[in-house]
DNA sequence: ATGTTCCTTCTTTTT
DNA sequence: GAAGGAACAT
């Protein structure tokens, strides 16, 4: 390659397209333009953006920081900027913006908080709260919470705001014909939103919602956005919900580009909003759209694509026939277990597993992918019978755990005094004799002054150093004394000592430690690698890495404002963003607590460690394979009421029937060299025996080969009787 | 205020 | 079958 660009030096782009088969490189070097890429699964998705993204930034000399790159967790942003930096060098890299929608959000709010009604230190509310919260509320209000449980009203607001209606707009709306429980949803969020407001706090569907109205409303903010970011890009498209793309349209000027790329095959998040119709709406609603389609495979055998495609092919609801065709040969038969019992369906798949690793295969490149969490348990137990090392990515998770979510509550009083969903959390954790009495107490007052709990205390702190002071008030005050003095040294300790000693002394001052160390030793569990204490350790050590990373990051930016200082010609709206850019002055433990409640998982699996360097067995939901490849998979509990789900089953409709066979597709196209689909005649479940039998999907599959030749189809069907290992 | 026992519930999950 | 929550007793 001689190429050479405009200015005559070889051409740089040639490195970046290099490789790339045809629509990949149609994609990565198409003019400036809005794209829509359908990228079927393996089709090398993550690759196409992030060599768009080096293409911008090194042929079309689009400066990194007019460029927005939108995933879905934190963990894609990571990998995306990671391989970015590959491209371009890690300078360059760190200016552009490459985050969730939801990271995204939460910048903007905080640079422009006042704009958006936010007092500076919001604090962002995390899923627990926020149905504790709800809870609480629905208790005030007198609703039965047995009838109408507080998770249903979190998500049904959750619901609302994604459809940006705020409660007044929810009230006006009036009720939907067969809508349930409108007249409590509306006392419901009613309240909620109140609190929210006066506790300062937002929810995570909040941070989209406020954004949305800020752009709307705020003529030169969405303007100032506009003139930065000339390029957007966006990973995983069809799970995008209604106001992410609200969002999207609303961050798009008339001279932005927006290029989106995702599977409407791959669409497994329809049950919490995501509507991949989206793809078909981005045609409509942006200028020329120049759609791309790659459906060259790059993964898998072609038996395993011959059967993904025969399953997926009897969706009715797709935006597009695609037919997944592979480059690395037919490859072995996918191997279909059909097994008496749920038990002989685990010991079949071990000794499978086991055959493999004495064939020289590591476990580390096997996994095993289930539709629910439970039936995780049979395989847990067969491996460590014979000793064959697993990991279980998801299940409970660290940043849920009851002890650091205590230790949580009483870092974000420190920020904020006004969040009493917080103080309701550790007033009495552990016990101080603080119980519902107090708290009511406390809470009249606050309610009197209007005013939060721990500023209900200062009051009284004042009150009762008055002469003739009300007697019940002042017993009041001297029963909260203590946790009071408590909050106040560790509000000094924030001042005068390093974060994760604040974070140690949270620990130890508040009795958390004992508190949880005894709780362990009761359990037996002292000293675990899981136990409750060595969790509140790994919190310890992860504020330290959170430090360190922020000292790094402190020391680069002022680096960065130097060559900004240097190449101040180019500056048309340095000056005017640069207030978002300024997060090395915020007070680190407002910035670590909001990223803990963006960030929480993978990163950190359920040993609060990143242990993914061992060799063992994967083990995860079909959901959080998604984007991930294995050499040998092992779909397990392939049946009736499990894959489609009986509640799936049970609604009836195709859409969700649809979506269910989506996530098989999506099991299915995880494996790339050997693909074994078991599935049990009966299984024990919830205590007792139930008969399931193979899923209606793989009895379809199966029966469009009913023509072909036995040798000729792409599996063989293998009777797993039932036997003693 | 707290310890005990019974009873319910039981997708998928990121942010 | 296990875990968390609510009602009940201490």
Redesign the pocket.
């Known amino acids: 390659m001689d190429e050479l660009d405009e200015l005559g030096n070889p051409s740089v782009s040639n490195s970046i397209l290099e490789n790339l088969n045809d629509s990949q490189k149609e994609a990565v070097s198409a003019p400036l333009s809005n794209m829509l890429v359908i990228a079927g699964a393996g089709t090398g998705k993550t690759r196409v953006l992030v060599s768009r993204i080096a293409y911008l930034i090194k042929h079309y000399m689009i400066e990194p920081r007019n460029i927005l790159a939108v995933t ?6 990571g990998e995306m900027r990671e391989r970015i930096g590959l491209f371009v060098g890690e300078f360059l890299q760190r200016q552009l913006w490459a985050s ?4 995204i959000c939460l910048r903007l709010l905080r640079a422009y908080s006042k704009q958006a009604g936010l007092e500076p230190n919001f604090t962002v509310l ?2 627990d709260s926020q149905t504790t919260l709800t ?1 609480r509320i629905m208790k005030e209000l007198n609703i039965d ?2 009838e109408f ?1 507080p998770s249903e009203a979190v998500s049904k607001i959750c619901k609302l705001k994604e459809d940006g209606l705020r409660a007044d707009d929810y009230i006006k709306r009036g009720r939907i014909f067969g809508e349930s429980q409108y007249e409590n949803m509306c006392k419901i969020y009613s309240a909620y939103e109140k609190i929210c407001n006066d506790e300062n706090s937002v929810d ?2 909040e ?1 989209l919602l406020r954004t949305v109205e800020l752009l709307e409303s705020n003529d030169e903010i969405r303007a100032l956005q506009h003139r930065r970011f000339k390029e957007i890009l966006v990973d995983e498209f069809q799970d995008t919900n209604s106001i992410q793309y609200k969002f999207l349209r609303l961050m798009a000027g008339k001279n932005s580009h927006v290029m989106v790329v995702g599977d409407d095959d791959q669409s ?2 329809g ?2 909003g995501a509507d991949y119709t989206n793809m078909h709406k981005f045609l409509k609603d942006f200028d020329d759209v120049h759609e791309i389609l790659l459906a060259l495979n790059y993964r898998s055998s072609q038996k395993i694509l011959d059967m993904a495609n025969t399953l997926i092919a009897e969706n009715s609801d797709r935006l597009m026939e695609k037919v997944l065709k592979g480059n690395i040969g037919q490859g072995d038969d996918v191997s279909i277990l059909n097994c008496s019992n749920n038990n002989c369906e685990a010991s079949a798949v071990v000794q499978l597993i086991a055959k493999l690793h004495e064939a020289g295969e590591k476990y580390k490149d096997m996994a095993i992918l289930y ?4 039936l995780s348990l049979g395989f847990e137990q067969s491996l460590s019978m014979k000793h064959i090392p697993f990991v279980i ?2 299940g409970q ?1 660290f940043f849920e755990r ?1 002890e650091i979510l205590d230790t949580l509550a009483y870092l974000r009083l420190l920020i904020n005094e006004n969040d009493d969903t917080a103080a309701l959390r550790i007033i ?1 954790v552990p ?8 708290v009511a107490d406390l809470r009249a007052i606050g309610r009197e002054r209007n005013c939060s709990m721990l500023q209900a205390i200062r009051l009284l702190e004042a009150y009762s150093k008055q002469e003739g002071a009300d007697k019940a008030l002042v017993s009041l005050y001297k029963k909260v004394t203590p946790f009071y003095n408590l909050i106040l040294q560790m509000k000094e300790k924030k001042e005068n000592a390093p974060l994760h000693e604040l974070v140690d002394y949270v620990i130890n001052a508040s009795g958390l430690h004992e508190m949880y160390a005894l709780k362990d030793a009761k359990e037996g569990k002292t000293g675990e690698e899981n136990s409750r204490v060595s969790n509140l350790g790994v919190l310890v050590s992860n504020v330290k890495e959170f430090e360190a990373s922020m000292n790094a990051q402190v020391a680069k930016e002022a680096t960065a404002e130097e060559a900004k200082d240097i190449n101040a010609d180019n500056s048309e709206n340095t000056a005017s963003d640069g207030e978002i850019t300024s997060t090395a002055l915020e007070d680190p433990l407002l910035t670590y607590l909001s990223n803990i ?6 990163e950190l699996d359920e040993d609060g460690s990143s242990s993914t360097e061992c060799d063992a067995v994967n083990m ?5 394979s998604k984007g991930l490849e294995f050499k040998h998979v092992f779909l397990v509990g392939f049946e009736n009421t499990i894959l ?2 009986q ?2 089953v049970d ?1 009836g409709s195709d859409k ?1 029937i649809s ?2 066979r989506r ?1 098989a597709y999506v099991g299915i196209t995880r494996a790339k060299e050997d693909l074994y689909i078991s599935y049990a005649q009966n299984r ?1 479940m ?2 007792n025996i139930v008969t399931t039998g193979a899923s209606q999907f793989l009895r379809q599959i199966v029966r469009s080969y009913n023509e072909v030749k036995k040798e000729d189809r792409p599996f063989k069907i293998i009777p797993i009787a039932s036997q003693r290992y």
């Open positions: 879905f967790t934190n963990k894609a942003a969730t929608f939801h990271s995390d899923t809870k919470v047995k449980k995570f569907s941070l497994i998040y049950w919490r539709r629910n969490n439970y990515y998801g998770r009851a009495n016990s101080r004799k603080l119980g519902p009495k107090v409640t963006l960030v929480s998982t993978s995860m939901t079909i959901h959080s489609p789900s509640r799936s609604i969700s979506e269910e996530l024990s919830f205590g």
